[in-house]
């Protein structure tokens, strides 16, 4: 447990400017007391302990647009059995070439920064084995993901090192964007800064008909705020939120052919801290998707906004540009990602004006508040006024019961400090957002949702399919690392 105490002393990831093979923060994080994170995880002026300077500079890139964007391979199976998929990954320490001609420590799945992609399918059953190569203890979490407390990557349930362990996941759920992690608790934002991520995709045959772009069409994407330092080492502090470089699917300012047709493209929001608004040199967006699967119907957009772990699918019309141009995904930083028109291609897909119907929910019978808070003084993050205590059940919920939660960012003090809020288990509806409805693109089913201070949004959601002990937290992981993280039981 957390004490006040533990996070003046901080240490073990104050300041980590290190690689992924510097052994005494990896030493740290494996071996330290519990309750040992270090760094100030607040928007204002630190209270805690002093991290060292940031690097002034990051390594010459050579110019935007010199390398590829890759996509992350799709994981075969290595075995099919009983009417279930396996697969399996080693979680292993390795380098990757996040910046042009350098080669980065990195951790990893499968000995890439991003995952191997599962792509599973609607109804059908998969099971990962995960082995653990690293010298600390990390785990996975599918986030997203409908499934038993055993198989969710609870944060205090961990894969030692040189251990394996198998995640079971139904996929009782619709074709929607998910994503897994490490959820191992105190080292889960370094962990996924420094790689421990990957995309998991659930395929619906029922969605078929609806001839969104597929195929070769279909492009995951994944965005992440990162910092270097001037060896091309990526550097982690918990102090730091202005994260310059924005990888894309591993690369910086990569670009990306495509043919003048319709895409689907992916997009997920990987930073552990930072939120992304993104344009698109003109042309619109059309979302169609977000954390829980397909909106009711699409939404046009000039600009997005996410915030970290939400997903949003959105389709581009690439026919709208001649053959020979460019078109460029800029955030706030500058251009991420550029788009090079090269061909004309055959398109039979489209966007239809209605994508999927959503029931209608149950009668709430409970009504709960969550105020998420940051102390100055201890450097303390909080949910309710509390601090993550594995060992205390913070809400006991009835299963198949229905529930309203507010959620409340109430940090205003020192210009103010966003959350975003991610509720394991089930996907919620948005009611309103102080008071008013939702934005159009936010009335699908959603796991994940960005709280500006001050802000306070209603969701409601069903507790049903399994029994037992799940989180919900801030999924800006320095916060959540803080504490600010809490219990749910699901009880008959």
Known sequence: MINRRNLLVGGALSGAALAVTATPALNA??????????GHHGHGPGHGPKPKPKPSGTPPTGGPFRVLMPLPPVAAPIRTR??????????????????????????SYGGRFIGPT???????PVSVEYRNQLGVPANVHLHGGHVAPEHDGHPMDVIKPGKSR????????RGTTLWYHDHSHHTEAEHVFRGLHGFYLIDDPQERHLRLPEGQYDVPIMLRESRFDEKGNLYFDPFDFDRPVVLVNGRSQPYFPVAARRYRLRLLNASTHGTLTLRLDGLPMVQVGSDGGLLPKPVRLTELTLGPAERADVVVDFSKRRVGSKVVLEEARGPVLRFDV???ARDNSRVPDTLRSLPPMPKSTVNREVVLSTDFNTIESLINGKLWDP??????IRHGATETWRITNVD??????NHTFHLHLVQFRVLDRNGRPPAPNERGLKDTVFIAPGDSVRVQAT????????????HMLEHSAYGMMAQMQIVR
């Open 29 to 38: 994080l494996a071996g330290g007391p519990p309750g040992t994170p270090g």
């Open 82 to 107: 009983g009417g279930v998929d396996h697969y399996s990954f080693p979680i292993v320490q390795t380098t990757a070439e996040l910046l042009p001609g350098v080669r980065t420590p990195v951790l």
């Open 118 to 124: 599962i792509r599973a399918r609607a109804g059908r």
């Open 166 to 173: 198998v995640y079971e996941y139904p996929n009782r759920q």
């Open 342 to 344: 090269t061909r004309e």
């Open 391 to 396: 060992n205390r059940i913070d809400a006991t």
């Open 412 to 417: 205003t003090d020192f210009g103010g400090v």
């Open 463 to 474: 507790f049903s399919g399994f029994l037992g002990r799940y989180v919900y937290h801030c």
